[in-house]
């Protein structure tokens, strides 16, 4: 008979959160074995995305002289979109091209690749093409391995690291956590378009390695709630879109049809015109925030990243939450073997308690009504951005009319449509949520 | 008792063509970022190996020739159950073709078989880079072994008798043919499907060190017929196909009837013939 | 041939003066692939292309035929000279009824020791690959394989272009410093001239200097193909296509309802072997076949790269797709931009009426 083999600790996952908990665990010198399902850490993640320095910072301080970056960002645009126009305002500063520049678009499949190589360089085995079916549990239900797909596939370790993405699916089957609701989880659609560094750098304005951001939000999710966005990159622009599956579910809207009229509108068809689609995906984002986050730690296991919902929706921000809330599970273990002690539930919740003192958990408390609020008012995705470009088209227009009227021309159609009480109560929501 | 079959299967790492794009602008190839993956048809030669190895015991051993990276190629392939890999990297072989490519390989081989003499050599049908299927004829040729080519099944094999027999294809048939050890298969493609590894065979395959020989290692007599230098044909130069000078003359109509009477006129137009050929096929139904 | 080349290598194809003792190397030869009894079609349009070469060269053009003796043989030889060849290397022997690579490597590499051409060119048929291998091995010569074109450059070597990088790119290559220049080529790429049936030549006889027990591979047997309706769309003079545009198996049958009103063969771009909704023998393309019809429809066709180089030698091509700025359009010499499901029953019933009329006319 085979021997199952044992580890200190067991990965589930290659992405940011997996790699991170792998990468601390390997340097505290545990013996861990990270298993990821694609063909290579970052295969299933084709998609482009902005990266934040300071987390990856921390882990890889000279991140930047070997990582595959693409461009830097020195500016951001936000626009509200209706079906022909859009208003918006952006920000770009000379500032951003700085020594260490704080954030950068990233192409997925290279970034968590070559991430996964210093993961290796450290001294972790990685094992690919396998995928994780469930856990191990000794008879006190304590998780003391995994099993996966392969031939003679289970293998036993002190701990496993679940940052196996937002569908948690591990978690879910062992019972560890409830099933995830259409309600917590967003379905993106990203479209890779292939397109020569000189005509992107013509089209946006760029030089050297500069980058733009585009966030869009408006009509153009056909009354869901969901946003946009263009990311450059190199020799390519990253271009999605993303709604909530309840919303999907009752509109009947395909995600596709939502991205090609997103690339065809107006504002958006010119800049990315004649290029070639190079990949198109599709992924979930755990959008449920502060309210949806699962039990974090057990006997045996914890949870990080997408897994365990670390995502902030209103800022785009994910990767950096689950590379931190995989450093400071994997710092939370290496301590504690340290000290000898066993990976009981008691043990791990320092875990829970370093997440709460950092700011991935402040910042997620802190808009924990927003996915209500914007869930339940689709209007800020329909009316609002109608009523703002009528607007910006009617002050802007010199036709003889005088300023005055126009304004309550502007004022006159917002509380048509609204009424008084509804924009006022848009407003006080919207600060709360944003409290 | 039999130690059971030496066998070596010549793999090489590619570029997934599926993905190459040249840059419209100076219509230079755009190698960045395009993954690399196991030339596919010779997954079937891997299979086929470890398919004898289950038969009658023996060990797989894939050797490449390639650049460093290429090592990954061979830790795939210890995953899927190979037993030893081995890398055939230096400079001196870069830029070689298929003479050259075979050159280098059949010095790995023999350097191989020192130990234990080579029973079978395997090889896919082809590569979807050079896509030449001479590599292997070329090493057969070299080593003096029985070459079988386009291999599709091998129906017995007797290791005592060092005889086997394999179903060659051919056009429009299928040849079986018998010959003796040692030899070397190239396989066709489809012919069987690789199998995953088991879980410790990946753990395996990843703590591996994948052998790394450069020419000396490999015992390679002449530096002179490898790489560039040993390789007769020189590529002069590479480019994109260019586009014919006139795009498709559009056929308008309103409806899509029209569209196809007048399609139907514009083609006869041109091949005033066309109709009439067309009348004469065979196949005319009513 | 050169392995895929790392970077567009200007200037690596320096021309060098060629060897001294290789300066004997004259004439073009065609390798005709005889095979019980029969001659694969490719080895005629080789000679036909070989008649180009041959002539920038200003040479002659042979072909070699090896066999045992016999009606087959014989009737090979002649038609050699039909299609273009001034003189023919002849090796008849027993051993070369079946082929197998020894004896066949042994009499072409002892034909072109003692007569020395400077090009050399095969069909990319099994056989042909099998052979060419062996022989440009043991010649220690240079041999492109698959070309799409072939051409004699001011210096009198053979530039041979193929298709390279999965087709994505093409690339010219050379052997200058060795003789013969090997070259092998896909059926149906080159273009097959007119027979000439009242030209003849001169036969020169070589020994094939081998007996069977010198031979270790035996031929057992030969299970020829059980079915022999595949498709034939290399040879089709008609071929209607359909792609991806089709979207879903069950449309297939517009493309078959055309194709059997024109008495066409039918065959489709890759995604659609790849989901099973036809045989692969009835794929266009780089990795499927090459066809060279007198009409090729292309329905719902994007035309990839990988799909042109197996088609644009059509005759005429007529393409149906709904992207008016579908790549397709490009090389295909008329287009309908349109839905192929409403086009392709109005062309199926546009024809039959014309065809109808056509034959009442005589
Ligand atoms: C369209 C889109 C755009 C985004 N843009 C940004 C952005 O710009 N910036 C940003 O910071 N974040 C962005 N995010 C969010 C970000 O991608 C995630 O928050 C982040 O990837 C989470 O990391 P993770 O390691 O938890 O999960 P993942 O990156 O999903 O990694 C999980 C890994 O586990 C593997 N896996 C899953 N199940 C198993 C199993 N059973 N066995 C083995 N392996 C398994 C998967 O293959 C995967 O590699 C975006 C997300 C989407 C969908
Ligand atoms: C190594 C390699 C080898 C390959 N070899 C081959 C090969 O031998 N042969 C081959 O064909 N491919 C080959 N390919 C694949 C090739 O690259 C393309 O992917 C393939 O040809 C695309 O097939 P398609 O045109 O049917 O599909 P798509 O590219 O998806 O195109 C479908 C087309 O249909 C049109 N369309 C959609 N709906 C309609 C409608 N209702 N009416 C009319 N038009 C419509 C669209 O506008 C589009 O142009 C190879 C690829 C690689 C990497
Ligand atoms: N660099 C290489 N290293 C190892 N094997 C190779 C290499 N190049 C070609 N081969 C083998 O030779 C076969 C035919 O290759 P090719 O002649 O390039 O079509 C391939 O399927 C491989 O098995």
Redesign the pocket.
């Known amino acids: 008979m085979t021997q199952r083999e044992h580890f200190d600790a067991i990965v589930v996952g290659a992405g940011p959160a997996g790699n991170s908990a792998a990468l601390v665990m390997a340097r505290g010198g545990l013996n861990v074995l990270q298993i990821e399902r694609g063909e290579y850490p970052g295969a299933k993640n084709v998609q482009g995305a902005i990266l934040y320095a300071d987390a990856i910072e921390r882990l890889i301080p000279d991140f930047r002289d070997s990582a595959p970056l693409e461009r830097h960002v020195i500016e951001q645009r936000m626009w509200m979109l209706d079906d022909e126009a859009f208003v918006g305002t952006s920000y770009r500063s000379d500032r951003f091209n700085e020594q260490r520049p704080n954030r950068y678009t990233i192409i997925r499949a290279q970034f968590d690749k070559w991430f996964s190589s210093k993961v290796k360089e450290a001294g972790a085995l990685v094992v690919c093409e396998t995928t994780v079916t469930g856990l191990l549990k000794d008879k006190r239900g304590r998780v003391i391995g995994v099993s996966t797909d392969r031939d003679q596939g289970e293998v036993t370790a002190d701990v496993v690291v679940l940052a196996d993405g937002v569908n948690a699916l591990i978690g879910s089957r062992a019972g560890l956590r409830k099933e995830l609701t259409p309600n917590d989880v967003a379905l993106g659609v990203k479209e890779t378009i292939f397109m020569p560094r000189e005509v992107i750098d013509a089209r946006f304005n760029l030089k050297g390695n500069e980058g733009v951001v585009i966030e869009a939000a408006g009509s153009i999710t056909a009354g869901m709630a969901g946003t946009a966005f263009l990311y450059t990159n190199g020799d390519s622009v990253s271009i999605g879109i993303g709604c909530l599956i309840s919303d999907f579910k009752t509109s009947g809207v395909r995600p596709y049809y939502l991205l090609e009229k997103f690339k065809q509108h107006p504002s958006i068809a010119p800049l990315i015109e004649g290029g070639e689609v190079k990949e198109y995906a599709a992924h979930m984002l755990p959008e449920g925030g502060y309210n949806a986050i699962p039990q974090l730690y057990g006997d045996g296991w914890v949870v990080a990243g997408d897994a365990a919902q670390m995502l902030n929706a209103v800022h785009r921000e994910g990767s950096n939450l689950a590379m931190t809330s995989g450093r400071l599970a994997a710092e939370t273990i290496v301590a504690a073997k340290a000290k000898g002690k066993a990976m009981t539930a008691s043990t791990l919740k320092a875990y829970k308690r370093a997440l709460d003192d950092s700011f991935v958990i402040k910042d997620l408390k802190k808009y924990r009504r927003l996915p209500n609020v914007l869930h339940n008012n689709k209007h800020f995705f329909t009316d609002y951005p109608r009523l703002l470009t009528n607007a910006a088209e009617t002050m802007l227009r010199v036709d003889g009319v005088s300023k005055k009227e126009k304004e309550k021309s502007v004022m006159g159609s917002f509380r048509a449509e609204r009424g008084l009480r509804g924009l006022a109560i848009d407003i006080l929501k919207m600060n709360r949520a944003w409290r | 008792m039999s130690q059971g079959l030496n066998m070596v299967v010549c793999i090489k790492q590619v570029p997934?063509?599926?993905?190459i794009r040249v840059h419209p602008v100076t219509n230079t190839i755009m190698r960045q970022g395009v993954p690399t993956i196991i030339n596919p048809y010779d997954l079937h030669a891997l299979e086929a190996a470890m398919a004898l190895r289950d038969r009658l015991g023996g060990t797989v051993t894939v050797l490449t020739m390639g650049p460093p990276m290429a090592a990954t190629a061979l830790r795939k392939a210890l995953g899927h159950g190979a037993d030893r890999g081995i890398l055939l990297s230096d400079r001196f072989f870069a830029g070689a073709d298929t003479l050259a490519t075979s050159y280098a390989l059949t010095s790995a081989i023999q350097k191989i078989g020192e130990s234990r003499p080579v029973d079978i050599v395997f090889t896919g049908k082809q590569t979807?880079d050079g896509d030449t299927a001479q590599v292997g004829p070329g090493i057969a040729r070299r080593m003096g072994l029985n070459q079988l080519t386009y291999v599709s099944a091998i129906p017995t094999i007797d290791q005592e008798a060092g005889e086997i027999t394999v179903h060659r294809r051919a056009e429009g048939g299928v040849q079986v043919l018998k010959t003796k050890l040692p030899c070397l298969i190239t396989m066709l493609e489809a012919t069987n499907v690789l199998r995953r590894g088991s879980l410790p065979d990946m753990l395996r395959a990843e703590r591996a060190e994948v052998e790394t020989w450069n020419a000396e290692a490999a015992g390679v007599e002449d530096i002179g017929k490898c790489g560039m230098k040993g390789s007769p044909t020189k590529v002069s130069k590479v480019f994109a196909p260019s586009p014919r000078a006139e795009k498709a003359k559009m056929v308008e109509g309103d409806t899509a009837e029209a569209k196809a009477r007048v399609a139907i006129d514009a083609l006869a137009e041109t091949d005033p013939q066309l109709l009439s050929v067309i009348a004469r096929q065979p196949a005319l139904a009513s | 041939m050169a392995q895929a080349p790392n970077t567009p290598a200007a200037g690596r194809g320096k021309s060098k003066e060629l060897p001294e003792h290789l300066k004997a190397y004259k004439n073009v030869w065609v390798f005709v692939e005889l095979e019980h009894g029969r001659v694969h079609p490719v080895s005629w349009e080789l000679l036909t292309e070989g008649r180009k070469l041959a002539a920038a060269l200003n040479v002659d053009l042979a072909g070699v035929v090896l066999g045992p003796s016999g009606e087959g043989t014989d009737s090979a030889v002649a038609e050699a000279f039909h299609y273009g060849a001034d003189r023919v290397y002849l090796v008849e022997d027993p051993l070369l009824e079946n082929y197998r690579t020894d004896p066949f490597t042994k009499a072409m590499t002892d034909l072109v020791n003692t007569h020395k051409p400077e090009v050399l060119l095969l069909g990319a048929s099994t056989l042909g690959r099998d052979l060419a291998g062996a022989v440009a091995t043991t010649l220690a010569t240079g041999l492109t394989a698959d070309c799409t074109e072939l051409a004699i450059d001011p210096n009198r070597n053979m530039a041979a272009t193929r298709p390279t990088f999965?087709?994505?790119l093409l690339c010219t290559i050379m052997t200058q410093q060795a003789r013969p220049q090997m070259a092998t080529v896909r059926p149906r790429v080159m273009a097959m001239g007119e027979p000439d049936r009242s030209r003849s030549g001169e036969v020169v006889r070589e020994r094939l200097d081998m007996v069977e027990e010198d031979i270790v591979t035996k031929v057992l047997d030969f299970i020829p193909d059980a079915d022999s309706n595949q498709a034939q769309l290399a040879f089709a003079d008609i071929v209607v296509a359909?792609?991806?545009?089709?979207?879903k198996p069950e449309n297939i049958k517009l493309v078959k309802d055309l194709a059997a009103v024109l008495g066409a063969e039918y065959g489709?771009?890759?995604?659609?072997?790849q989901k099973g909704w036809m045989t692969a023998d009835r794929?266009?393309?780089?990795?499927?076949?090459t066809i060279r019809p007198r009409l090729y429809i292309a329905?719902?066709?994007?035309?990839?790269?990988?799909?042109r180089?197996?088609?644009e030698g059509a005759d005429q091509i007529l393409a149906?797709?709904?992207?008016p700025n579908?790549?397709?359009f490009d090389f295909a010499h008329h287009g309908i931009v349109?839905?192929?499901?409403?086009?392709l029953p109005a062309l199926t019933e546009a024809f039959r009426q014309r065809l109808a009329v056509d034959r009442l006319a005589g």
């Open positions: 997934d063509s599926a993905q979807i | 999965g087709g994505s359909g792609g991806l545009g089709l979207q489709c771009s890759r995604p659609l072997i794929q266009i393309g780089q990795t499927g076949k329905a719902g066709i994007s035309g990839a790269i990988q799909h180089v197996g088609s149906i797709n709904i992207d579908a790549p397709i349109g839905d192929a499901l409403e086009i």
